[in-house]
């Protein structure tokens, strides 16, 4: 592997789950930057949003994607959030290939429900997944791949990105 695979998305889109399922089939290291985060602050990210503000979080989520860039190339799963500011976006585009996953409003609602980890969804879940949603609808554009993880398994979802990998590649993972 010459290059990150990185997977981006909305919250509940399964990033964490199939970056997991990709590290196992290609034998690659998996780094889910929101958990280097937490280990780097020794705090979790709800504990961060309400102690020190959003911004705050963005800086320290900028910072451990940048240093995780800077590794032997890996699979790398990052936070819903990370597209929003342009030099994450510069950094994953030059050090990577990107995979966006998406999925309905009603299945994230339903794989998110009691979720009580994710401070963006305090309140009316489908009414804040859905202005998420719509506030975000282009961030992802600028993936490699774009894939709806809507009623498939995350191996289903790991497969079809292996597969649409090795065709890009010259790899064999």
């Known amino acids: 592997m010459n290059r990150h695979i990185i997977l981006i998305g909305m919250m509940g889109t399964g990033k964490s ?18 958990q280097r985060v ?9 504990h961060i949003f309400c102690s020190q503000g959003e911004n705050y979080f963005r800086d320290w989520e900028t910072r451990i994607l940048k240093e995780v ?10 936070g819903g959030g990370v597209v929003l500011r342009s030099e994450n976006v510069d950094w994953m585009r030059k050090k990577g290939w990107i995979v ?8 994230l609602c339903r794989r998110l429900q009691g979720d009580e980890s ?24 600028f993936a490699d791949l774009k ?7 995350p191996e289903e979802t790991g497969e079809r990105i292996l597969k649409v990998w090795r065709s890009q590649t010259s790899v064999g993972l």
């Open 38 to 46: 937490e280990q780097t602050l020794g705090v979790e990210i709800p």
């Open 147 to 153: 894939l709806d993880t809507t009623g498939e398994t």
């Open 69 to 78: 860039l800077q590794e032997s190339p890996h699979i790398i799963t990052t």
């Open 100 to 107: 966006a996953l998406d999925a309905s409003v009603e299945e």
């Open 17 to 34: 789950t199939i970056g997991g399922y990709l590290g196992k089939k290609t034998h690659q290291k998996v780094t889910d930057t929101d």
């Open 118 to 141: 994710r401070p963006l969804l305090q309140g009316d879940l489908k009414e804040r997944i859905t202005r998420l949603k719509r506030e975000r609808r282009a961030s992802y554009d």
